[in-house]
């Protein structure tokens, strides 16, 4: 090393400030950050028109937009009888949006396609600041072209607002990092505790690696640096749990019941219903908690491909890697040669690049962990902070071993990974992959060779199979906007039979509101799907016996006598199948209910309201006082 150079790296102390990169704009950098853009915003947003309701959320934001209570609550029924069984955070700016635009399929999905396009401009930024102009682009092109991507930016799910809070903290993080800014840091902390307004205990996944970065690399000394991180993590702490808090002091009567417990507690949603019944694969036990405990197996998820249960090898297993996987050999040369290269040159604690390696690396961790051994019953919606990731660590794999043969050996690998995804799913696309290969075959001749667009012909190889995949979300055939998410042939359609009134339902309809007679519900149904056809069309106040499970007990049997014995409910619409003795409500809550019912109330002629039903029964409920 000449003397001067040695001499400079000496003078540096060890809690020497990292010089931030030099903020130069290089001339391709905007022309080509727009187009990467103007791609995302065009696969988000194209054909939003054909969007559908998810009847149960779309239930939920119908009836938050009727008054403040129901929206802050999440209220699932106009009358605010019962919430979400979820913080109801990730749909309030669907909830806004259904306000300013009014209540449309296209107006719901809106504020998620909006939410993935500040994604991919924002982890640009990021990882500009890190890594580079070259690895910024490429990081936002690779999110731009992986599935689910996309996916979120075309659902209702709560992940789209969740992955971008993320984000957002770790920006925050990043530049509170760069000259120890504790206020700054408190920022990130503002975030996470919004982020957990969207889902909950699964927000603070990432705090392992915004507070290690920080601890870490940031230019102070040890005791202020664990002072700062502990009052961000004060700061988390309180924006994640002010809306459990108001819940929890706000007196029963005057709030909806909360969804998914069993004792109407913000602590039995979130920790037990929300987080633990998640790992109950791995032996932890929820039943204490206050919550309902039901299964979670995915109906109809034995399409995605196999090794979908819990452990490692779900992560690589078809149905979940075809989302977000295809790019993670390059993650792994990202991660691994990336700390490779630092050891050798030795860095202090707070070299830029390390501290880049430290938050992506302990990122990807944590969620792959958490990921692991929790289920997700088949969600592939719940990939997008692990795709953040992968296109970060990928992108940065990429500008460190541009020129090293090792890159070439790696895309090669990639390419071969991708096609053998592609083998679960021979009929889609089946061109894509004799393409990839060709492609990558030429990429390598290219590279003996040393021509300079070996690396490029590499990354298009790479990326063919992905952006096939990502392109594919353009079809309602293979994404269905307003859906959970999933592109390609693993896609399923939501429909709209659950979302809408029929004829039957219409005639029903107008029977209870001309004998509605005062009352505060038009009637109660068994269970949130016979509810939402009536909510999302019509905004009727009609109460939900069970919740989403059909297990929680409400309303409570005294509750519901209360109800019929003020005149607040008169009518009790139900399935003849409900009323079977082997009918899944027989031995839940709503069973006990619906024998009430049978036994006190008088069965009304189907003539009187629809002669050509055969499907519903309805019961007329008069207090007890009555007769």
């Not at 999905?109 to 690895?135: D, F, I, N, T, Y």
């Not at 794999?397 to 895309?411: D, F, I, Y």
């Amino acid at each position: 090393m000449p003397a001067g150079r040695s001499l400079l790296r000496a003078d540096l102390p060890p809690t020497a400030p990292a010089a931030p990169p030099v903020a130069r704009t290089e001339r391709y950098e905007r022309p080509v950050l727009a187009a990467i853009a103007v791609l995302a915003a065009v696969l988000c947003l194209w054909g939003l028109g054909h969007s559908t309701y998810h009847a149960f959320y779309a239930s939920a934001v119908r009836s938050m937009t009727d008054s403040p209570a129901d929206f802050f609550y999440g209220s699932f029924d106009p009358a605010g009888s019962i919430t979400l069984d979820k913080l109801p955070g990730f749909l309030w700016p669907q909830a806004l949006a259904a306000l300013l635009f009014g209540f449309h399929p296209w107006a719901l999905v809106l504020p998620q396609a909006l939410e993935m396009v500040g994604c991919v401009l924002l982890l640009h930024l990021l990882v500009r600041r890190w890594a580079g102009v070259p690895a910024g682009l490429l990081a936002a092109a690779f999110l731009t072209l992986t599935p689910v991507t996309v996916g979120l930016g075309r659902s209702i799910t709560e992940d789209a607002p969740f992955v971008l809070l993320l984000l957002l903290a770790a920006e925050a993080t990043w530049r509170a990092t760069e000259r120890a800014r504790p206020r700054t840091l408190l920022l990130a902390g503002l975030w996470v505790g919004l982020a957990f307004q969207c889902k909950m205990l699964e927000a603070w996944a990432v705090l392992p690696a915004l507070a290690l970065t920080y601890l870490v690399a940031a230019p102070v000394a040890l005791r202020r640096r664990i002072g700062h991180v502990a009052l961000a993590g004060a700061v988390t702490v309180t924006v994640s749990l002010s809306w459990m808090l108001a819940v929890a002091l706000t007196p029963t009567g005057a709030r909806p019941y909360l969804d998914g417990t069993t004792d109407d507690s913000p602590f039995a949603l979130v920790v037990g219903y929300n987080f633990l019944t998640r790992f109950h694969d791995v032996g932890i036990d929820a039943a204490g908690t206050g919550s309902i405990v039901a299964s979670r197996t995915a109906h109809g998820a034995g399409h995605l491909g196999p090794g979908m249960g819990d452990g490692v090898g779900k992560m690589f297993s078809p149905g979940l890697a075809t989302q977000t996987g295809w790019l993670y050999p390059l993650a792994a040369l990202g991660l691994a040669g990336g700390l490779l290269a630092l050891r050798r040159r030795r860095v202090p604690r707070t070299d830029r690049m390390f501290a880049g390696y430290v938050l992506w690396g302990v990122w990807l961790t944590t969620f792959f962990a958490v990921f692991s051994f929790g289920s997700v019953t088949g969600h592939t919606y719940y990939m997008g902070v692990v795709a953040v990731a992968v296109a970060v660590l990928a992108a940065a794999g990429v500008v460190q071993a541009r020129r090293s043969r090792v890159l070439a050996a790696v895309l090669a690998v990639d390419v071969v990974w991708c096609v053998v995804l592609t083998l679960w799913y021979p009929h889609f696309q089946p061109w894509s992959a004799p393409c990839a290969v060709a492609l990558g075959l030429l990429a390598l001749l290219l590279a003996s060779l040393r021509r300079p667009a070996a690396l490029a012909t590499g990354l298009a190889a790479a990326l063919l199979i992905p952006g096939v995949w990502t392109a594919s979300a353009l079809s309602p055939r293979y994404n269905q906007p307003g859906a959970f998410g999933r592109v390609g042939p693993t896609s399923t359609r939501a429909g709209t039979a659950s979302t809408t009134l029929g004829p039957h339902h219409q005639r029903l309809l107008a029977y209870l509101t001309a004998h509605r007679d005062g009352a505060r519900y038009l009637a109660a149904v068994p269970g949130w799907q016979s509810a939402a056809p009536y909510v999302i069309a019509a905004n009727a106040p009609v109460l939900p016996m069970g919740g989403f499970t059909g297990r929680v007990p409400y309303p409570a049997p005294t509750a519901f006598r209360k109800l019929v014995d003020t005149g607040r409910l008169h009518y009790v619409v139900v399935s003849r199948a409900d009323m079977r003795p082997h009918a899944f409500t027989a031995g839940s809550p709503v069973g006990a209910l619906l024998r009430w019912t049978a036994a006190h109330c008088a069965l009304v002629p189907p003539v009187a309201y629809d002669p050509g039903d055969q499907v519903r029964l309805l019961y007329h409920c008069v207090p007890a006082h009555r007769g």
